[in-house]
């Protein structure tokens, strides 16, 4: 068993992956207004950020993606020069809290990564704790939330630092392309 960074005393068998079957991700009320896909390119050498909000009166945040200056890698393998930019989409998970991140092959800096934080504050569904043993209540399942991201089919990790940055919100590391989702492991 290998201890999971940011889970606190969470172990996690395997070497530190686990099956998507054991996962209880954050679920959207089913009155959470849709959030849109988006595209959006990102410079090398210049700061992007681009928030994903859902539609409704106050535009309530889903998530933001910070990419520093330097965090751009690779796409495929191939090496992104310095004041190159990459097209770059995001898709949020239908009734969950999570997204793909294209293209699959894109790859960032180790030591500047792109980060997500997540809002739950006004559309997350604890109420998919009710239905879980391994919680006691939602408060519990809330605190057990991480942002993980899916290494191989339906294997996933928990992200590179992810922790809670607010009440509602999580955030963490993006070290590629791919999906990452927010749950907690049963």
């Known amino acids: 068993m290998t201890a999971v960074a940011g889970c606190g005393d969470a172990l996690v068998p395997g070497g530190g992956t686990v099956d998507e079957a054991d996962l209880v991700p954050l679920a959207l009320q089913a009155s959470a ?11 090398t050498n210049t700061v992007t950020i681009r928030a994903l909000r859902h539609g409704d009166a106050v535009n309530s945040l889903y998530v933001e993606l910070r990419f520093p200056a330097g965090s751009l890698v690779s796409v495929d393998g191939t090496p992104i020069a310095s004041g190159d930019s990459v097209l770059v989409s995001v898709n949020p ?6 997204f793909r991140l ?20 006004r559309y997350g569904d604890l109420s998919v704790a009710d239905a879980e043993p391994a919680f006691s209540d ?8 991480d942002v993980w991201e ?6 996933w990790r928990v992200a590179t630092a992810s922790a ?20 907690a492991q049963r």
């Open 33 to 43: 207004p849709p959030v849109p896909a988006t595209n959006f390119y990102v410079r």
């Open 93 to 98: 998970r239908p009734g969950a809290y999570g």
């Open 102 to 121: 294209s293209p699959a092959g894109l790859a960032f800096s180790e030591s500047t990564p792109p980060t997500a934080t997540f809002s739950f504050a």
């Open 138 to 145: 939602r408060a519990t399942y809330a605190a057990a939330l």
């Open 150 to 155: 899916e290494i191989a089919l339906r294997r």
């Open 164 to 183: 809670g940055s607010g009440v509602s919100e999580i955030s963490a590391a993006v070290e590629g392309g791919g999906e990452y989702i927010l749950a």
